[in-house]
């Protein structure tokens, strides 16, 4: 799938950025292809099966973009039959988070909140996984991807794995891997509708590498990474809603000591949808609050963000290969790094997508 | 398709370079993959289809080369059942001049010429477009390519869009759009001939970017980027003549101020070509001479460039998929940055293409 | 197919490295994934083949990994109708050395011997080849390739060529090419066992160009790069045995001098094996030790290398998509660069791949 979007629109403040979300957000930002994506998979044997999902849209430098690079690239070994049991090798997402492990061309909003998504950029990492759903509960997964409730996919009803920690396309910087436990249930009700709890944790130790701190700043070998979250999703048949919530701790920029230290850190989000089917078209209207104050490790000198934001929006799909999205987003952010140890910006725009799914 | 060079033959002055051209021209070239790409596409349904065309010949810097980075990333999606009205989303060429939106793999010199190519680098924007083309032009338009005759590809009769105006895969800079028209009519002589007319024009503010200049050399904001340009096709039926000229202003280095400032600039070319068949080969013998005065808006410090250049010679199709073109070169270039504010170099040499069709 | 590797079991120094082989080995090691690679290849005609390879694991810097890079790229012309005369244009293996030549999924160790692969990284460059075999010896050819008995592929009986010089990715640098020939002969004893021996040599100026070369340390425009090398590989049928061995000068870093100056180098290997095969499932002990003392261009400061490895390890091919690798490596390694002129390191640790093939 590919997404296009467009963010200047009725645009109150060119200062209120996040480079976490969308580059093209705010001053200087114009048309942006966000993701461009093809999957290679297959099955290799009765039990082996590969998935390769490159996207065409990666910058290389803040002035060279749409390179190709890797996002998943793993290989799963069933254990059994009916594969209940099975293992993952390779770079994929880390079972972190609803949200996180959702597809973003299923998503609601343009951008996954900052609470979870501060937890593992670009939502992967190296690692070993181990995966376990019963065959029923896997039936359930796919009834929830497929039927467009934009569920998040079968990652088990249980998911522990290890893996390297600096999340995905960077090298190891440590010698200590991160472990990560997920327990996920899609309770099925009697009248039909889905409502699925989680909860999930992972630990280990994470390296600000030296080219994302700047000069000057104080910085340890290695920082605690730690965090556990819950998550609520009840599906929207036709009302839906949504919400996680994560605290932990990790590193973080500390104007005061203009060092990088260890903190702690909480945030989530609440996001209620309706879907409404019109023919062959579907539209859903969403709201979504979110909250997150602690620090950004994959940014430079993990700087210490407050973020409260709302977005009120709908997506429209008018055919199964194509989809739009308006969203209404009202924004303050506040960023402490090295260059500006109080820089709050708020403000309010319009943001358009559109989305090809072939 | 893909093509692989070599530049070195009969060689007088290894100092005349082009790099907008082929980085493997004189001193240090040698052989070089100058493209080599893949074509992904299709129809989603009915009225939308998709066109994703990666080269695998990119460089991420001067010394790391074959990289994957996108050249078209675009959806079409047609307004009407007959596709006579299309809207384009996505990163595509501009409909500026006829020999940037004639592919690489048809057009007989080895680059295209510097006075219309020097408007869009690799050609392509990010950007919306509207393209319409009567069914009878489109059959055209679809003839001139198909049968040899080397036209550029149904890009409207009438087109007209925005895009970002700093060129493929480069972030926006600013916080304005190009716009660009053209339009265009293949007409159809009663003895069967063909003759192409166009006029193209575009206009936007163009950025140029702190990485792109020389400390030192003073720089505006933002620079006016506008053009106009004439084209004209006899398309060889046997014996073929072609020629563009454009005029317009934009961003170029002056060496008396040391500063980038806003200029005029104008430039052409004209062609002779003869279609040669002989059994299932075909030959087809060339003369082509060019002209531009102007700056170099995509390289550092915008250059000043005065450019003379004639080229003879030859493409040898030997059958669909092996093509060889060898063509001596005649010319006289002189740039003007800060690095050198007079650098004239002129001379000759021999050049040979095998391009591979597949 | 894909490879993911972990290097840091039973590791007794951290700090015994080495990039040619492995970046992921010794201190800040972690899960790796050494190759991704995808071939597209097909006939375009019937004499003319293409063949495409990029790799997905890729760095375009040591902290940015997984973009998309060409291996190889090239095209086969056969001059004959039974394919024994063919000439290839593009990026491909140079042929010089067996353990070169054989792909890294057919290899035994993890990593090629620093003897002969220091001649060329990747094994590839840009260049025009010859090849020569008789339709029976291709056959041959196929055979110890399908049979699993891990031969090398097609590189003709007899092949010569020239190229760039710079090995594979990286731009010509000087005007001179590269030239190389080699001559092997797989003979079919009556007892229906294989045994290949083969010469092969190449000659040509390489240039260290400034981005490999320490501030400070003195480098001449190019030096002289030359090796003659001989292959023995008696085929594991089922007890197999395989020696290389290589001398010749190139660019190596002096400490006394501090400057890059030319040197001469030699090194090689030998290797035993053996083929067990139960059901289904190969199984394929091995032990190998390698010796090499010369510099190695392709890295800063062309460092001077003095390396004993032996490495004791067996293949378990689980099925024809799955494969694992174990070994035990004992290294001994000397570096001598401008950073450290006697980096001595030696040490133990166990090392595991996981491999898939698709």
């Known amino acids: 799938y590919a997404q296009i979007r467009y963010n200047r629109l009725l645009e109150t403040n060119p200062n209120l950025k996040c480079d976490q979300c969308d580059r093209s957000l705010g001053e200087n930002g114009g048309l ?9 998979s297959g099955n290799v044997t009765d039990r082996i099966s590969f998935y390769i999902q490159p996207d065409l849209a990666s910058s290389v430098s803040s002035t060279s973009l749409n390179f190709l690079q890797l996002r998943d690239a793993y290989f799963d070994v069933a254990m059994d039959q009916k594969k209940e049991y099975r293992v993952r090798l390779g770079q994929s997402k880390i079972p972190y988070g609803f949200e996180n492990l ?19 950029a670009n939502e992967r990492d190296l ?3 181990f995966y376990y759903a019963p065959q029923e509960i896997r039936g359930r ?3 929830l991807t497929s039927s467009g409730l934009k569920g998040s996919g079968d990652y088990g009803m249980l998911g522990i794995g290890v893996f390297n920690g600096q999340t995905a396309n960077k090298p190891e910087a440590n010698d200590n891997l991160h472990a990560v436990a997920r ?17 999930q944790a992972y630990s280990g130790k994470y390296t600000v590498t030296p080219d994302m701190v700047t000069s000057g700043v104080a910085v340890d070998k290695s920082y605690t990474d730690q965090r556990v979250a819950a998550s609520l999703v009840v599906y929207p048949q036709p009302l839906g809603f949504q919400a996680e919530y994560n605290i932990g701790k990790g590193p973080e920029y500390d104007p005061a000591a203009n060092a990088i230290v260890e903190k702690s850190l909480h945030g989530g989000y609440a996001q209620a949808m309706y879907r409404l089917e019109a023919g062959d078209q579907v539209i859903m209207p969403f709201v979504k609050a979110q909250y997150y104050d602690g620090g950004k490790k994959h ?24 989809e739009f999205t308006a969203l209404y987003s009202i924004g303050d952010r506040t960023v402490r790094n090295a260059a500006n140890p109080d820089n709050n910006q708020h403000g309010n725009r319009l943001r358009l997508q559109a989305q090809f799914n072939f």
Do not use: C, H, M
């Open 32 to 40: 942006f292809i966000r993701r461009a994506r093809l999957v290679f």
């Open 102 to 120: 959702q597809s973003s061309s299923n998503r609601l909003t343009l951008d996954r909140n900052d609470a979870l998504n501060s937890a593992i």
């Open 127 to 129: 690692g070993v996984f």
């Open 141 to 143: 997964f796919d009834e």
């Open 183 to 199: 327990l996920t249930y899609p309770f099925k009700l009697t009248n039909g509708r889905f409502i699925e709890t989680g909860i």
């Open 299 to 322: 940014e430079k000198d993990a700087p210490g963000y407050l973020v409260y934001e709302t977005e009120i929006g709908a997506e429209w799909l008018i055919n199964k290969s194509l």
